[in-house]
């Protein structure tokens, strides 16, 4: 399968169309962004941990019922996917507090969210992916009711065995965004899942080893994403 034409080329990846109408290929950058677009580095091998990351992610998801748009890998830095009709909303679920809801709420970073919240964005970086909810979903005709119902369904069934895999691996998994889109009439998870777009503590001392380390300036961002990728037996050579 070879690279046709950029389809989008988003802050992180690459979108690229192939000679197959049903397929694209998502090109892992090293760049690494943050509040929107406003900080953005270049990070070495992050390309490939994250691809390699994110393969072995969905290929757990797909064993446990969840319809994924992986294919396969064709490279360290890319992958073979199903083209998704995309819905333009993210789905974040939290089990413990920390980024925005600590800010929006007042609540203290930390705290156990029992049970786990949800919470729809908008995918807007100018307005930068505000708050929305059911009705705005609705009525702005960006999924129906049913497709909002089988998001919050596939979220949360991510959950149960994202948590139980990190746990296994001593992590804590605080938070996450996941997107979705239409294949042949089927929700299907779409873009990516690595430390890119989710929170994870050591569980013992609570040490971050996601994005956070970028975005708070505490450095080593690719090493601890090496770091839980060993934890979790990802093949990264
Ligand atoms: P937040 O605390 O900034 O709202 O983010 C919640 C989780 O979702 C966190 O793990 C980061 C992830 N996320 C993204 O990856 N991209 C986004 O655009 C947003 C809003 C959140
Ligand atoms: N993914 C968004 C950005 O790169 C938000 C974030 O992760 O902070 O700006």
Request: a negative charge; hydrophobic letters at 40%.
């Amino acid at each position: 399968m070879k690279k046709q034409d950029i389809i989008i080329k988003g802050k992180a990846k690459t979108v690229y169309s192939t000679d197959d109408p049903d397929k694209l290929i998502l090109y892992f950058r090293n760049d690494t962004s943050a509040f929107d677009g406003e900080k953005i580095e270049q990070l070495d091998r992050k390309g490939m941990v994250n691809n390699r990351f994110n393969a072995f992610i969905m290929q757990k998801l797909e064993a446990a019922g969840i319809p994924t748009q992986f294919d396969k890998l064709i490279a360290d830095d890319e992958v073979l996917v199903k083209k998704l009709d995309m819905i333009p909303v993210e789905c974040v679920v939290r089990n413990i507090a920390a980024g925005s809801i600590v800010r929006r709420l007042g609540v203290e970073e930390g705290m156990d969210l029992n049970p786990p919240t949800f919470e729809f964005f908008l995918k807007n970086d100018a307005l930068h992916d505000p708050m929305i909810n059911d009705y705005h979903i609705l009525s702005f005709n960006w999924a129906t009711e049913d497709e909002i119902a089988r998001m919050k369904e596939l979220t949360f069934k991510v959950n149960q065995v994202l948590t139980e895999l990190f746990k296994q691996a001593g992590l804590l998994l605080v938070d996450y965004k996941l997107e979705f889109g239409r294949y042949q009439g089927e929700v299907t998870l779409g873009d990516e899942f690595s430390p890119d777009g989710c929170r994870l503590w050591d569980a013992k001392t609570r040490e971050k080893l996601d994005k956070d380390r970028f975005r708070q300036g505490l450095g080593g961002v690719v090493e601890a994403y090496e770091e839980v990728a060993g934890r979790l037996g990802v093949d990264l050579t």
